[in-house]
């Protein structure tokens, strides 16, 4: 089993920053890659960023790029999203996923991840 957990949410008004963490403990070696994914009220959970386990290959949603930038620390067992230029949108709560499987290296979809993390709130004030 694979525990993860979310630090580094809260409030912050338009045009701020937020660093998210998310740290893995247990069985941490049969983790191949990470993602965040977030889910406002009323809304399906949906993708943000993922990466892989040497960090080679990166990916995010459109709505995100430019802006988030994630990134692991193996030696930590923590990857990180930076988040920039926030917007009110990005309000919702933030979730982390790992998964164990390396096909395909980067999975978009939520049912692709085998753990997740409790989630912590990001909320942006305009």
């Known amino acids: 089993q694979v525990q993860l957990v979310e630090s580094g949410g809260g409030l912050v008004q338009a045009g701020g920053s937020l660093r998210l963490s998310c740290a893995a403990s247990g069985r941490t070696y049969s983790i191949y890659a990470m993602g965040w994914f977030r889910q406002a009220p009323g809304e399906e959970r949906e993708f943000v960023a993922a990466?892989?386990?040497?960090?080679?290959?990166?990916a995010y949603a459109d709505s995100v790029k430019g802006r988030f930038t994630i990134s692991r620390d193996n030696a930590k067992n923590t990857v990180y999203l930076q988040m920039n230029s926030l917007k009110p949108e990005d309000t919702a709560v933030y979730y982390c996923?790992?998964?164990?499987?390396?096909?395909?290296?980067?999975?978009?979809?939520?049912?692709?991840?085998?753990?997740w993390g409790q989630g912590t709130q990001v909320t942006v004030s305009s």
């Open positions: 990466i892989t386990r040497s960090a080679g290959s990166t």
């Open positions: 996923a790992a998964r164990g499987s390396s096909f395909p290296p980067i999975m978009r979809h939520r049912h692709g991840y085998d753990y």
